[in-house]
T-cell receptor, first 110, second 115 residues
């Protein structure tokens, strides 16, 4: 079965810098990869979706890439702010619903 | 606000009991799915309903069951509760079925503690 792997260790970034989070998948390329933000005790909030045939997608300060050769998606937050501190989840959509990674806890330090 | 509401927000049950969790989908959404999220883990897919029919199921035992109603609201039922069932249960709604690429909206979840 396909796995989604994220570095679940906390990532500490200085305010104003670019935060880059990694999502790796096993086996075949999913048709879609999605990125969510989750705050403590809250449900995930959809951020971006990228299709297999798209290399890059942007939304305001967010950018997602999809590299089928490396079997990897990168999620970037530019000009990071303390309010960006949260857990970020990567997920692939399949016949068995969304398969999520464990999430990466991002901490933006002022 | 995602327009997906879940109830109750928190509850405590005893091992062996049964629980029903409820979800009201975003208006117009005909697909609802349920996820279990243990502490420190990503959400795990339980099952999905499309127009009142279950059309996808994750690796959960039959004591996890569900319903979707004509107004597309949904219930998750768990029988014979075990301690490991303690988790955040998330409901998500979307338009159209599986692998659609449509935006999926999550509710805030129901925290279940089994003692």
């Amino acid at each position: 079965s396909q796995k989604i792997e994220q570095n679940s260790e906390a990532l500490n970034i200085q305010e104003g810098k670019t935060a880059t989070l990694t999502c790796n998948y096993t086996n075949y390329s999913p048709a879609y990869l999605q990125w969510y933000r989750q705050d403590p005790g809250r449900g995930p909030v959809f951020l971006l979706l990228i299709r297999e045939n798209e290399k890059e997608k942007r939304k305001e300060r967010l950018k997602v890439t999809f590299d089928t050769t490396l079997k990897q998606s990168l999620f970037h937050i530019t000009a990071s702010q303390p309010a960006d501190s949260a857990t970020y989840l990567c997920a692939r959509e399949g016949a068995d619903g969304l398969t999520f990674g464990k999430g990466t806890h991002l901490i933006i330090q002022p | 606000e995602t327009g997906v509401t879940q109830s109750p927000t928190h509850l405590i049950k005893t091992r062996g009991q049964q629980v029903t969790l409820r979800c009201s989908s975003q208006s117009g959404h005909n697909t609802v799915s349920w996820y279990q999220q243990a502490l420190g883990q990503g959400p795990q897919f339980i099952f999905q309903y499309y127009r009142e029919e279950e059309n996808g199921r994750g690796n959960f035992p039959p004591r996890f069951s569900g319903l979707q109603f004509p107004n597309y609201s949904s219930e998750l039922n768990v029988n014979a509760l075990e301690l490991d069932d303690s988790a955040l249960y998330l409901c998500a709604s979307s338009l159209a079925g599986i692998v659609s690429g449509n935006t999926i909206y999550f509710g805030e979840g129901s925290w279940l503690t089994v003692v």
